[in-house]
């Protein structure tokens, strides 16, 4: 555990404080239930919150301290526990897991000890100002223009948007320090703070402040969904919010001056001067729509889509409304999000692997159809970079978690969006087009009771073996395969075309079917070969005349080096 000075200086005051030794073990509690009444007034960049929200000691033994955090461009003003208030103490506390770098952190005394797996209600009051805020980016080196594109959030007049823990703290949280300049730290600390939040509820309710009083009020999502607006008082929009169990997207508020369009397949909500720009991104919507309905289905709704006023701005996903700049949208990136949002609202799994890997794996198809294999794996590529920079530091040997940290369980970004895109174009690449389309089809989210039951449904369509693949990629994580092409030797045939042998190592610890190239003067052969995890195979091709140059994977198999993946033949002695 780290302590900051500060936190040191402030700790040895509260051992007097409380007359026993002990550490600050931030993570001791969840936030399991939040009721909040938030109130805006977006021009004064400010937020005003009260509310109620219920901890759980997740630890074995009783707990008296408590720790609330917040964005530190907030402050505490009241908790209690009943009518009673409690002793708190306050300080800065820096992390990266808000836009700011730091957190205001209350340390909270509980009235009694709470038991283990207990729950206690606190009730809270803070308030502040949220400006854009790049902070944490900008400290550790990242261009100001591409840190203000990143982290968008803020209160302002028109527009409103703050995603919650990994971009602000508007609710309060409970986490170890995060450092952005520590490769992977943040991730594992948010990805500990989704796993305990799993299944915690929220609610919402808003007093916003709006200056145009005569004009339409303003649209609110909560999480990607409408909340209900009515006028309140003179110049205040009053919103109810739907309860929402907390998703792997941190909880998010959008509020802004939108104008609505809606197309056949989805709903545009847009900013007043980019009209012509949502039109555009429904006519790519409309075009795309016949490639995903073929592969997962005709839709359930329209697909939503939110407009930010940063041209640059980084897309996000908050629920099933997806928010992205439409200015500055190219008809390749309108195609490819459309393509993604279209497949949410076609096909539903509450697996973040299936749900959010096909909805990439369908822009990856889309790619294909427009611009051709080639695109697509390059398309692949940076995300299978990504994966490359994740699954080796992760580190070797691997503990027993990150061995288990597999995709049926992850809630961890890299693995559910990058690796799960990789998966399902291998799968796919396995066992044919119709096979997997027919395996989607056949998948219904109500009997998805179990992680098999996925890769049951695709094995139910496939005369192959693929529970190797399935442990290896699915079940575990055994890391990436690692391709040698270890020896290829050339012969002439009776038919006067050659043979080549080639025999390729997988050096890594997961298994893979990947396509092996043999070049040739005036053209090359492709042919797919199964290679489960350290074990070699060979396999003969046939090719016109005599192997130059061996190429193992075409880039569509993620891999951790790439280096050893060519040979050069020699020509046949015979
Ligand atoms: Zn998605």
Redo the contacts with the bound molecule.
Sequence with gaps: MRFPAKALCFLCALYVLCGASFALDREAFSITNYNLYLQIEPEQHRLGVRGKITLRNDRDAPQKIAVLQISSSLGWRSIKAGDRAVQFVTQPFTSDIDHTGQLSEAIVTLPQEVAPHASVDLDIAYEGVILLDATRLTRIGTPEDLAKSTDWDQIDTSFTAVRGAGYVAWYPIATESANLSENNDLPQVLTRWKVREAGSVMHLRLAVSWKQIDSPLPHTFFSGLPCTMEPYLLGVVDADCLPQKERLTSPSLLIADYLVQEKLGVEMHFLPAHGAAAARFAEEAEKVAPLIHDWFGSQRERAKVADLPDPDAAPF?SGAL?LTPLSNLSSNSAGLAAA??L??VSFLSFRPWI??GL??FAQVLYLEQQKGRQAALVYMGAHRSVLTAFESSAGTPRSDEEVTHSLVNTVNEELY?SKAMCVWWMLRDVIGDAALKKAIASYKPEQDNDPTYMPRLIAAQTQRDLSWFFDDWVYRDHGLPDFKVESAFSSRTLTKSFLVAITVDNLGSAGAEVPVKVKFAGGEVTKRLEIRAKQKATIRIETPAAAQEIVVNDGSVPESDTTNNTLKVDAPSN
Excluded: G, M
């Design positions: 996903e997806l993604h949002q497949t949410h749900d959010e909805a990439h969006r």
